[in-house]
C-alpha cells in the first residue's frame, strides 16, 4: 500500500527523479514463530490482537539501522494531536523519518513507550491502520523537500497562510453555468485583489472553521533564565494551556533553530533574570512575526518590567487579576480568556 501510493503522483515523481526515497519493511519479517505471526491476544482479556513488543522493536531497529543515529520515530495513532502545517514544517526539517504503523487493536504499550519520539494523528476517527496516516504524512512533507514541487506548483504555496483558509480559485472560462468570475480578478489591479483574496480568507475562515480563529489558543512559552527557574516556567505553561510547550532557549540549538509560531499562538517569553535586556524587545524579537507575545517575568523581588507586563497583558485582553505563586514565586495571573477577535498584535 505505502510502496503503490508513494510511486504514483507527485509523490512518485520525486522518487523516479531521487528526490525522496521510501523504503518499506514489514513487521511480520520480524517475528519470533515459525509461523510469522506478529500479534497476541490481549492481557486482562477483551475483542481483538495486538501487535507484540518484540517484531515491533525489530523491526524499528533494522529501520534505524537504514538511516542515520538519532532518527525520529513517528507512530500513527487517533490518540494524538492532530497533524497541522507546523508540525510538517518541523518534520520536514529532519533529514529522515521512520513512520511506524499499527494494526489490530494496537501495539504493545512497552515498545512504543521506548521506541516512539513524535505520537501524531490525522485526524479523529479510527481506521484500520496506520498506513493511510503514514501516507499523508509523506506525502505532506514531501512538498517540503527542494525541487519536489515544480515552479508552478510551489509558488502556491509561498503564499500559503498558516492559520487561514484559502481564498476561492477560478479559471477560464469566464462565466460557467451562469456563473461570472468575480469582476476584481479581472481588473489587473493587483494591490486589488490581493485585498479582496485576503477578504475571502478571513470570511471563508468565519463561515467553515471558526475554530481556525482560536478562542483558546495553544502558548509556546519560550524560557531563558536561570536552571531553578525553569520548572517555575514549565508549571506556568501547564497553567495556561492545555497544549503547550516549553522551548528552553538557555539551550543554544534551540535558539539558533529560529523558530516559527503559528499566526494565532501565543508566545510567552518567560524569564528570571531581572536585567535582561527590555522584556518586551526580547519577546518581540522571539515574536518577530508580529504574533501574539507576552513577557512574563518570574523573578523574585522587585522587577522594573513585572508591573509593565501586567499592564501589557490586560491591554491585550488577558485578565491578570490577582498574581498566583508557582513554585515558590509570585507571578501575575496569566488568564487565557482572550476575548474573540483579538488578533495579531
Ligand atoms: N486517526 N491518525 C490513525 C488511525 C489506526 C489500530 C493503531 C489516525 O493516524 N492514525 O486511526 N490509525 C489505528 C488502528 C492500531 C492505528
Not at 500500500?1 to 511480520?28: C, E, P
Not at 516549553?246 to 499562538?265: A, G, P, T, V, W
Request: aromatic residues 6%; negative net charge.
Amino acid at each position: 500500500m505505502i510502496r503503490d501510493a508513494a510511486n504514483t503522483s507527485i509523490m512518485g515523481r520525486a522518487v523516479k527523479n531521487g528526490l525522496i526515497s521510501v523504503n518499506t519493511i514489514n513487521i511480520r519479517d520480524f517475528s519470533t514463530n515459525t509461523r510469522m505471526m506478529v500479534d497476541d491476544y490481549p492481557y486482562g482479556g477483551g475483542a481483538g490482537m495486538v501487535m507484540e513488543a518484540e517484531p515491533v522493536f525489530r523491526a524499528v531497529n533494522a529501520a534505524k539501522e537504514q538511516c542515520g543515529g538519532n532518527t525520529r520515530v513517528i507512530y500513527l495513532t487517533p490518540q494524538a494531536r492532530v497533524l497541522d502545517q507546523l508540525k510538517v514544517e518541523e518534520l520536514a526539517r529532519e533529514e529522515e523519518l521512520i513512520i511506524l504503523c499499527g494494526h489490530y487493536e494496537g501495539i504493545d504499550d512497552r515498545v512504543l513507550s521506548e521506541v516512539v519520539t513524535d505520537n501524531i494523528s490525522i485526524g479523529d476517527y479510527v481506521l484500520t491502520g496506520g498506513e493511510l496516516g503514514a501516507l499523508v504524512l509523506m506525502d505532506a512533507v514531501s512538498r517540503f523537500v527542494p525541487g519536489v514541487l515544480n515552479n508552478e506548483e510551489s509558488s502556491r504555496f509561498e503564499s500559503m497562510k498558516d492559520d487561514l483558509l484559502e481564498y476561492p480559485h477560478y479559471t477560464r472560462p469566464e462565466v460557467w453555468h451562469g456563473m461570472h468570475v468575480p469582476e476584481v480578478l479581472l481588473s489587473g489591479d493587483h494591490v486589488k485583489i490581493e485585498e479582496w483574496r485576503h477578504e475571502q480568507s478571513l470570511e471563508r475562515t468565519r463561515q467553515r472553521r471558526p475554530d481556525l480563529l482560536a478562542v483558546s489558543r495553544t502558548v509556546r512559552t519560550v524560557f531563558f533564565g536561570s536552571a531553578e527557574a525553569a520548572d517555575t516556567a514549565a508549571q506556568l505553561n501547564r497553567e495556561v494551556s492545555l497544549y503547550g510547550e516549553l522551548l528552553d532557549y538557555n539551550r543554544n540549538k534551540l535558539k539558533k533553530s529560529r523558530r516559527r509560531f503559528k499566526k494565532n499562538e501565543l508566545v510567552l517569553f518567560v524569564t528570571d533574570v531581572p536585567d535582561v535586556e527590555g522584556l518586551e524587545a526580547v519577546t518581540a524579537n522571539i515574536r518577530s512575526d508580529g504574533g501574539p507575545a507576552v513577557p512574563v517575568y518570574i523573578g523574585e523581588g522587585p522587577a522594573d518590567d513585572s508591573g509593565k507586563c501586567e499592564s501589557i497583558l490586560s491591554d491585550r485582553g488577558f485578565r491578570t487579576e490577582k498574581s498566583m505563586r508557582i513554585g515558590g514565586r509570585d507571578i501575575s495571573e496569566v488568564s487565557l480568556e482572550i476575548r474573540k477577535g483579538t488578533r495579531g498584535k
